[in-house]
């Protein structure tokens, strides 16, 4: 059985550092700055003496000006791009210092990532970095230019694909031991006597079922990756969350594809018991598959 869910999401990683740059620790205070009116900036001169708040970097497509896109960012400063070639940097004016961890200067910081994630291909800048002036942020995007168009140019056209597999029984214990000949006798031997088990016979008994689910979890994650792979482009397994949950995983997939895979989802279902469920979430942006980079000026 395969169940198409929504999952609604507002966390964005933090996945690119720029070394030198302003990473301010949980204490501290905000310092407000005036709006700011100007164009995008293509030079990365000072428009002004404030720093430069920085948001992500991103492949704008042929599409610089962004037209229709009017986004505020941290403490009400409109949010520009600082241009090298054919990629930029998101920033917009905020003083050099220290920045608090919270829900204020949080919110702008994921809402503008994701907007322009949901346009363009992008990686998420570390909370918090702040580099003194334009010209800075200028000089770190010329400097790794070769790292950061190679990492954006892996993502480009890409979105991401959410898959779960869960038993669907009402107990796994029951479910192991009606399934597995040797730990039903082991069972058996240790309960079905005139004396109560022990306390080591009840602890072997756990990891011997411990040991049966996670060669289980194993085995059907290669099946469903496997049968996967055909509409994807990487994967990435995160570690099962729920006790009945037997993968979890995210596909990297074509922008153009998304509903090959869903299909594809299908027919690896098929290839289970009734007893496994199959969900599927998507499409997404790919902030799963978006590399750490550590920016040098």
């Known amino acids: 059985m395969v169940q198409e869910e929504k ?169 192991f031991v009606k399934t597995d000949a040797e730990l039903r006798s082991l069972r058996d031997r240790i309960f079905f006597r005139q004396s109560p088990p022990t306390t080591l016979e009840l602890i072997a008994l756990g990891g011997v079922v411990s040991d049966r689910m996670n060669a289980r979890k194993e085995a059907v994650s290669q099946k469903v990756v496997s049968a996967l792979r055909r509409a994807s482009v990487e994967e990435k397994l995160d570690e099962p969350s729920e006790e009945k949950m037997v993968m979890s995983g995210w596909f990297l997939v074509s922008k153009e594809r998304p509903q090959d895979f869903v299909a594809m989802v299908h027919e690896a279902a098929c290839l289970l018991g009734k007893e496994y469920a199959v969900k599927v979430n998507g499409p997404w942006v790919p902030f799963n598959f978006v590399e750490h980079i550590e920016l040098e000026i």
């Open 7 to 175: 999952i609604e999401s507002s966390r964005v990683p933090d996945l690119l550092e720029i070394a030198g740059s302003t990473v301010p620790p949980l204490a501290g205070s905000a310092v407000s700055s005036q709006r700011s009116r100007q164009s995008p900036d293509t030079s990365g001169q000072s428009r002004d003496s404030e720093g430069r708040f920085i948001y992500a970097v991103i492949l704008p497509n042929g599409n610089p000006d962004f037209v229709g896109i009017d986004l505020i960012g941290l403490d009400g400063c409109e949010v520009y791009m600082i241009l090298y070639r054919d990629i930029a940097a998101i920033v917009s004016d905020y003083p050099v210092g220290a920045i608090k961890l919270i829900r204020k200067n949080l919110s702008p910081y994921h809402d503008v990532t994701r907007r322009f994630a949901e346009t363009c291909t992008t990686i998420p800048a570390r909370f918090g970095q702040i580099a003194e002036d334009g010209e800075k942020v200028l000089r770190v995007l010329r400097r790794n230019y070769p790292r950061i168009r190679l990492e954006l140019a892996r993502l480009d056209q890409k979105v991401e694909m959410g898959v779960k597999v869960f038993w669907e029984v009402d107990n796994l214990f029951e479910y």
